[in-house]
């Protein structure tokens, strides 16, 4: 028990979370730790976790356990994570940017529930097992190309291209600069470090609704990078609600709270009628090779 506490509590260093968070997951983990049982399911599923050839599905395997176990387990898989790295000689300071992503959602977590824990295993999994990595702002994701871009956009992209997934984590402004360096950054460690060359950064996105450039300023963030790509519109959709407030869905947008300018205009938009419309972008590689 004291030894998987310890790996537990040096792997909740990896990633920032606020003291309350962390005081609270301690003393969580401490009683999970004293189950024998809890302790063997944990290291029987962190060794499943580490099995790249195993085909999890994450919402049946982990769907009786606590979102406290869930930070548990996730934070102790960190360590096979670090073994991965250090096999694909992938730096450590990707390694802590990435797996900082699970700070993000136990934080989210607690927005959502009012408790500490944490519920997104499928996608912090695909951190664990080295196909998100976080350069810098924006994260990245290797896939094949299985949306092609409208042909008046003359993209000349192919289906099955090698594309980079482009994902926009929490936290922080997304400062224009700050993106332009991901994706330089990004244009060196895949080919350079994973041997991946790639033809271009695909992105879908609820920042790609074209009716921002009526609820934004013409400098804000999200219109600057809505240009870096080539855009085309997506089907209706209001997912991006949970991105810009908590618990606020499409039926109760008249409790949304106003006490952001962007907050205010998209609420008053929703309310008079008005649509969301997520969007697809391509953004072509600098290094593409055709």
Known sequence: MDATYAKFEKYLGYYDLCEEGKT??????????EDESL???????????????????PDEEFKDDSTQFGAFLFTLAIEDMEKL???KNIPRDVLLETIGDLGVWIQRHYDWFGEWG???????????????????????EPKKLDKLPPAELNLNLKQGDPILNVHIPRGGRLDENACLKS??????????????????????????DPNFESLLPPDSNILKFQKMFELFPGE???????????NITKENIKDA??????????????????????????????????
């Not at 295993?121 to 994260?139: E, N, S």
């Not at 060359?197 to 609820?206: L, R, V």
């Not at 008005?274 to 969007?279: D, E, L, S, T």
């Open 24 to 33: 609270f997951l301690k003393e969580a983990s401490k009683k999970i730790c």
């Open 39 to 57: 302790v063997s399911r944990a290291l029987e599923l962190k060794t499943k976790l580490a099995d790249l050839s195993l085909e999890l599905k």
């Open 85 to 87: 790295y250090r096999q």
């Open 118 to 140: 944490f519920s997104q295993h499928g996608w912090v999994m695909g951190h664990l097992r080295a196909k998100i990595f976080k350069l810098g702002r924006l994260q990245f």
């Open 183 to 208: 994706f330089e950054s990004a244009e060196r460690f895949f080919p350079d470090v994973l041997g991946y060359d790639f033809a271009a950064f695909g992105c879908f996105t609820w920042l790609f």
């Open 236 to 246: 209706e959709g209001y997912w991006g609600l949970d991105y810009v407030f908590v």
């Open 257 to 290: 709270p106003k006490d952001t300018a962007f907050r205010k205009n998209l609420a008053e938009h929703l309310l008079a009628g008005g649509k969301m419309q997520p969007g697809c972008g391509y953004r072509l590689a600098k290094n593409r090779k055709q």
